[in-house]
T-cell receptor, first 111, second 116 residues
Framework: SQQGEEDPQALSIQEGENATMNCSYK?????LQWYRQNSGRGLVHLIL?????REKHSGRLRVTLDTSKKSSSLLITASRAADTASYFC???????????FGTGTSLTVIP | KAGVTQTPRYLIKTRGQQVTLSCSPI?????VSWYQQTPGQGLQFLFE???????NKGNFPGRFSGRQFSNSRSEMNVSTLELGDSALYLC???????????????FGEGSRLTVL
């Protein structure tokens, strides 16, 4: 299966700390995207990184991509209670046109 | 610009019944895809429609079907409901230009189906 896996499954940090979550996938990709989901709600797109990019920033978010290791990481700096949510990576394989979502990391930011 | 709208938000059905869920994409988006989300299986791709044609299909039984109308609105139907069909069903729209859909997905809030 192309489905990615996020690590860790759950993460609990204090407000103001940085949060790092990782995503691993199995096949060559066109791009990798990160999404956030608040409990019981729809997913919200955070950032997209293409296979020829190694790092991308958006506000407090920093995403890295290592295609040789088939992995990506999402860093949220100076976390806030409002960042509490589940975070998913989604990959689009080179040979397909379907999104594959990872298993998600549940982040809890304690005020 | 209005977001993706899914109806109904919540519904309860019994085993053996059928259900139809509706999704209105963002104006101008021609691609609509559906996902099933459960605690055990995560997000599973059901199918994608582009300009009224099913472009891609996930690994679900034939009880799960969908369609897309000329205004890009989409419906999915699940027949002969089973307990395991209880899930959050998410619809996502995107511009979906070209053969492959590789751009950002815009999700609705989902339809939470409970099968008793």
């Amino acid at each position: 299966s192309q489905q990615g896996e996020e690590d860790p499954q759950a993460l609990s940090i204090q407000e103001g700390e940085n949060a790092t979550m990782n995503c691993s996938y199995k096949t060559s990709i066109n791009n990798l995207q990160w999404y956030r989901q608040n409990s019981g709600r729809g997913l919200v797109h955070l950032i997209l990184i293409r296979s020829n990019e190694r790092e991308k920033h958006s506000g407090r978010l920093r995403v890295t991509l290592d295609t040789s290791k088939k992995s990506s990481s999402l860093l949220i700096t100076a976390s806030r209670a409002a960042d509490t949510a589940s975070y998913f990576c989604a990959t689009v394989p080179n040979t397909g046109n379907q999104f594959y979502f990872g298993t998600g990391t549940s982040l809890t930011v304690i005020p | 610009k209005a977001g993706v709208t899914q109806t109904p938000r919540y519904l309860i059905k019994t085993r053996g019944q059928q259900v139809t869920l509706s999704c209105s994409p963002i104006s101008g988006h021609r691609s609509v895809s559906w996902y099933q989300q459960t605690p055990g299986q995560g997000l599973q791709f059901l199918f994608e429609y582009f300009s009224e044609t099913q472009r891609n299909k996930g690994n679900f039984p034939g009880r799960f079907s969908g369609r897309q109308f000329s205004n890009s609105r989409s419906e999915m139907n699940v027949s002969t409901l089973e307990l395991g069909d209880s899930a959050l069903y998410l619809c996502a729209s995107s511009l979906g230009q070209g053969i492959a859909n590789t751009g950002e997905l815009f999700f609705g809030e989902g339809s939470r189906l409970t099968v008793l």
